[in-house]
């Protein structure tokens, strides 16, 4: 996008920066990317489809991390543990979803739902190669535009 003029604002007070006109454009991320319509804004590009007409890869989104220093052994039972938990709400949606909706500012069932879906899915349990991938991926662009000052070596759990 070449150099341009930012200002971070908290996510939740973005879609208000931009409908008051105090800002051109925003970043939305959680459920901002499927409210802004019904807030009368429009969508300059979605990051998730660039990349993935970019590079044919999934959008790393997140990661859970910990320090090498706790050890292999450590490593594996916490990788574990995290699966089985987002295993446990894969499998149980319905109760997860009821969960989740007291944290879900405003949002109706539906668009929850499709929100939820959006982060939590078989790539959360596993990257599997294409998910390496795309996170290898990420990393390397963010060094080539001088991100961070040493190559971050990625090392996956299991």
């Known amino acids: 996008m070449g150099k341009f003029r930012y200002r971070a604002v908290p996510f939740d ?9 105090r800002a051109d454009a925003g970043l939305l991320i959680h459920e901002g990317q499927l409210t802004y319509e019904s807030e009368g804004l429009k969508k300059v590009v979605d990051l ?6 970019e590079t044919g890869l999934p959008l790393p989104l997140g ?11 450590n ?19 319905e109760e ?9 500012r405003g949002l109706d069932n539906e668009l929850a739902d499709r929100f939820v879906g959006m ?20 990393m ?10 040493h190559p971050v070596k990625v090392e996956f759990v299991g």
């Not at 998730?48 to 007409?53: K, Q, S, V």
């Open 75 to 93: 490593l594996f039972e916490l990788s574990d543990v995290l699966r089985d938990s987002i295993q446990a709400g894969l499998d149980n949606r």
């Open 96 to 104: 997860a979803m009821e969960y989740a909706l007291q944290f879900g």
């Open 13 to 21: 007070q973005i879609l208000d920066e931009v409908k008051s006109g």
């Open 119 to 138: 982060y939590v899915n078989e790539l959360t349990c596993d990257y599997g190669d294409e998910g390496r991938q795309a996170v290898r991926e990420l």
């Open 48 to 53: 998730g489809e660039w990349w993935l007409l």
């Open 63 to 73: 990661a859970n991390v910990a320090r090498r220093d706790v050890g292999a052994e």
């Open 140 to 149: 390397r662009r963010a060094e080539g535009i001088g991100t961070y000052d």
